[in-house]
């Protein structure tokens, strides 16, 4: 079995940084990565986008190029379409590619797996014609595929984004429903002093909110009670807002809460946890270098925590830096101007955070509402669980398969995890989370019965 | 904190600690459990959901006979079906060899006076099991078996137990047993217990205790691993073993396959951890898929594995401690123990609360692998039946 002292998972900006800034330093490098080219979902397919589609998707997107030409560049191996199904504790990593698997072993791991969005359950939500602001502008970024009569719906810096960009793609969407609350305004101006260093973001956010209006795109402000009303499909939105109910009616709905941490590595690797009150998420505990609570185990980017692509590509140079100066390399300068570019670079989360926060529709959603799409699991009959004594979300998985079908919980665990902890009066920190149990992603049968890590295993007795 | 003495204390929320604690609540005792993690937090909630008398070691056969007993009319012991349904279990033969083993074994329960597990010619088999591969030539059925959800079971043994007054401590580790005066304390990191009569049901985590009653024993923590298909189309009703590799194989109601069948992940009882080894799940992989090649198709969603405690000889405790009066054993069921359940539950409510079984218990004593502790000890003064 080959062995590196540094195996990164995932290509986007934090693992492209990463990887480029530890092969640097003379440590062999391995980057595995899910898509067939660098760049994450934040810098999809940014090698094969034209000059049009990087127009229409703007300059940040455009600054991924680097990313991916300094890996190309770098010494670091890059294996693309590789899926990691297995991590143990001996750091073993087991991995799909072209239909079989593989092992590799590694002194240090980088997990840059990044964010997903946050669960949104509320009526309708997976009828067909419903998707996500993400999935969206995925569809975009690959194919220049854009939805017609789209309707957004929710909250978060990510759907201007992605609205302002299907303004420049020439499809404006149908209708903006945010899900912001007019009390949030107030609350998120608080942190406006402390959020001048990222000007910056604040002015780009603004832009965006401008080039919205200037469309012509009808946005509607503090809506709630949002359902999707269909039989077989999508054929409206429903919600109260400016104190009566609207309906607006379309084939294509694209939601959005936010996006939160990818627990699944550092949860399958048994790294310790804690629920983040401002971004409403479990994040790995994690030290100052990004180092989790199991040694040489590092989180960069968006994994440990919310912040963006720019801190993402910071943070996975720092962890580079950190695993350099751990393999006994000599050090590199400039960790404190990263540092405190970081610091500066984070200074509009927390009124990001007060503004975007979730909102109650889907931290809450009512009895009837499915949490688990794969098992068909409502809010309800989780609710019924813990009235039974179901102290957490691991026993209610047991007792209704909530979580076991085949997304493993990614769909629904947070969701799950809240409403456990509403009903009991709790907070999600004491709740905790779904235990994340090998494969990560689906593996045939066929592929497990042809699998030769090509080592001895360890002893089933320790 | 000291609370008052009951009539007895359990150590151990799974599913026997909770069907003893049940049992004894239904003759009357106060009964409190603890539990050191959650109830069905190991082996009982995450085991294979077996309920099987097929294949039993033979001193196991009268016990789980009764416990099956128990098994088919569940819904009116808990209120709660458990997800048990009825179905052959089946081990198939892939040599003719292998069937003259399983026709052997078949004769001597009949001579023991059991006629539960059947020979199955070649289109018998297919008759059961339409999917099974070509080369398969019979197998031994016991087919008034059946499967049941394990956590849903377990956590019905709990509501019922604690309906009748049994009091669950759990996030609560029974640090030490003593003996003072006539009662036992038994010292946790949420205050002291103390109790009339003590149970161990603390699977892999049992020894500790055995040791501290005096009664030091080997029990091996082990995580057998099971892993979980998607959704499939119906292709099997029965619960499949193998006569020679190991191997469980069942197809759920909603049309997922559990594969289970002894191969041992990494168990870390200190930490409540267990790892799957794949290297040794590609041969779980190989046997499913030679004995049903529909399964060449099917896709692995999760594995898991629960930590068990497994004794040097594969069966059970089930016995009165040799050398404290009154303190009772019901651990090391060795991945086997989940159809026992509702028997052993019935046996030790029993004990406890008459100080004797009819039950035929002499193979399972703790005094086996404590011959010293047995001589030099107080002795029991238990009737224990007849061995099988």
Same mark, same amino acid.
């Given at each position: 079995m080959k062995s590196y002292d540094v195996v990164v998972?995932?290509?986007?900006?934090?693992?492209?940084?990463?990887?480029?800034?530890?092969?640097?330093?003379?440590?062999?490098?391995l980057v595995l990565d899910e898509q067939q080219r660098p760049g994450g979902q934040i810098y999809r397919d940014i090698e094969a986008s034209d000059a049009t589609r990087r127009g229409i998707l703007g300059q940040d997107y455009q600054s991924g190029a680097d990313l991916a030409a300094a890996l190309r560049g770098s010494t670091a191996e890059y294996l693309p379409g590789a899926v990691v199904w297995n991590i143990d504790s001996a750091k073993q990593i087991d991995f799909s590619v072209r239909g079989g698997s593989q092992s590799v072993k590694a002194a240090h791991i980088v997990v840059a797996t990044g964010a997903i969005e946050r669960p949104t359950p509320m009526p309708g939500w997976t009828l067909p014609g419903v998707t996500t602001v993400g999935a969206v502008q995925i569809l975009l970024k690959t194919s220049g595929v854009v939805l017609e009569d789209l309707v957004m719906v929710g909250s978060g810096p990510l759907l201007w984004l992605a609205a302002t960009q299907m303004i420049a793609a020439g499809t404006p969407p149908k209708a903006i429903v945010e899900t912001v609350p007019k009390a949030r305004y107030r609350a998120a101006a608080k942190h406006l002093a402390r959020a001048i260093p990222g000007w910056r973001y604040l002015a780009k956010g603004f832009a965006m909110i401008r080039a919205v209006k200037r469309a012509g795109v009808p946005v509607h402000r503090d809506a709630e009670e949002i359902a999707i009303d269909g039989v077989v499909a999508a054929e409206a939105v429903s919600f109260t807002s400016d104190g009566r109910r609207h309906r607006i009616e379309t084939a294509h709905v694209a939601l959005h809460q936010g996006v939160v941490p990818n627990q699944q590595i550092t949860r399958l690797m048994n790294c310790e946890h804690r629920f983040d009150a401002g971004q409403r998420a479990f994040l790995p505990v994690v030290d100052a270098s990004f180092e989790t609570s199991v040694e040489n185990v590092f989180v960069a980017g968006d994994g440990a925590g919310i912040g963006g692509a720019r801190a993402a590509a910071m943070r996975g140079r720092l962890v580079a830096m950190r695993i350099a100066e751990k393999a006994g390399k000599p050090a590199t300068d400039g960790r404190e101007k990263l540092e405190a570019a970081l610091r500066r670079d984070a200074a509009v989360r927390p009124l990001l955070e007060a503004l975007y926060a979730p909102s109650e529709d889907v931290l809450s959603p009512a009895d009837g509402t499915l949490v688990c799409r794969c098992e068909e699991i409502t809010a309800g009959q989780i609710r019924e669980a813990v009235a039974l004594g179901a102290p957490g979300p691991n026993q209610v998985k047991s007792f209704l398969r909530a979580g076991m079908g085949p997304c493993q919980g990614r769909m629904c665990g947070l969701a799950v995890s809240e409403i456990i902890a509403a009903a009991k009066g709790e907070e999600p920190s004491s709740v905790d989370y779904y235990r994340i149990r090998p494969p990560l992603k689906p593996l045939l049968l066929s592929e497990l019965a042809a699998f030769e890590p090509g080592e001895a295993p360890r002893a089933a007795a320790e | 904190m000291a609370n008052r003495t009951v009539d007895l204390v359990v150590v151990g929320g799974g599913i026997h600690g909770c069907s003893a604690a049940l049992h004894a609540a239904m003759r009357g005792l106060e009964v409190v459990v603890l539990e050191k993690d959650t109830v069905a937090r190991h082996a009982s909630g995450v085991n294979a959901g077996g309920v099987r008398r097929l294949g039993r070691e033979f001193p196991e056969v009268p016990i789980s006979q009764r416990s099956m007993e128990i098994w088919h009319r569940i819904g009116d012991l808990l209120d709660d079906d458990c997800g048990f349904q009825r179905a052959p279990q089946i081990k198939v033969a892939e040599t003719e060899a292998d069937l003259d083993r399983?026709?052997?074994?078949?004769?001597?329960?009949?001579?023991?006076?059991?006629?539960?597990e059947v020979v199955l010619d070649r289109d018998e088999l297919r008759g059961h099991l339409p999917a099974v591969s070509d080369h398969c030539v019979g197998g031994l059925a016991s087919l008034d078996d059946g499967f049941a959800l394990p956590y849903q079971t377990t956590f019905a043994f709990q509501r019922k137990a604690r309906s009748l007054g049994v009091r669950f401590e759990e996030n609560c580790r029974a640090r030490t047993v003593e003996r003072v005066g006539a009662d036992f304390r038994v010292t946790t990191d949420r205050g002291v217990f103390t109790s009339r009569k003590l149970l161990n049901c603390g699977g892999a985590w049992a020894g500790e205790i055995a040791r501290q009653l005096g009664e030091a024993v080997s029990v091996e923590p082990t995580a057998p691993m099971m892993l979980v298909t998607s959704r499939m189309p119906r292709f099997c009703n029965a619960v499949v073993g193998n006569q020679t590799r190991p191997l469980s194989f069942k197809q759920m109601q909603n049309g997922t396959v559990v594969i289970g069948g002894g191969r041992r992940g990494r168990a870390l009882p200190d930490t409540n951890v267990s790892e799957l080894i794949f290297s040794e799940l590609r041969q779980t992989a190989e046997t499913a898929m030679a004995i049903f090649p529909i399964m060449r198709g099917a896709t692995i969603v999760r594995s898991w594995a629960g930590i068990e405690g497994r004794m040097p000889d594969g069966i059970p405790v089930i016995s009165p401690s040799s050398t404290e009066e009154g303190a009772y054993h019901a651990f090391?069921?060795?991945?086997? &123990?989940?159809?026992?359940? =509702?028997?052993?539950?019935?046996?030790?409510?029993?004990?406890?609360?008459? &100080?004797?079984?009819?039950? =035929?218990?002499?193979?399972?004593?703790?005094?086996?692998f404590t011959p010293e502790a047995g001589a030099s000890g107080s002795s029991p003064t238990h009737s224990q039946g007849i061995s099988a």
């Open positions: 998972i995932g290509a986007g900006p934090a693992g492209m940084a990463a990887a480029v800034e530890t092969s640097r330093a003379g440590l062999s490098t | 399983l026709k052997a074994r078949a004769a001597h329960l009949r001579a023991m006076g059991f006629d539960h090391g069921f060795s991945s086997h &123990g989940f159809q026992l359940g =509702p028997g052993v539950g019935e046996i030790m409510g029993e004990l406890v609360a008459t &100080g004797r079984t009819n039950a =035929p218990i002499a193979p399972f004593s703790i005094t086996r």
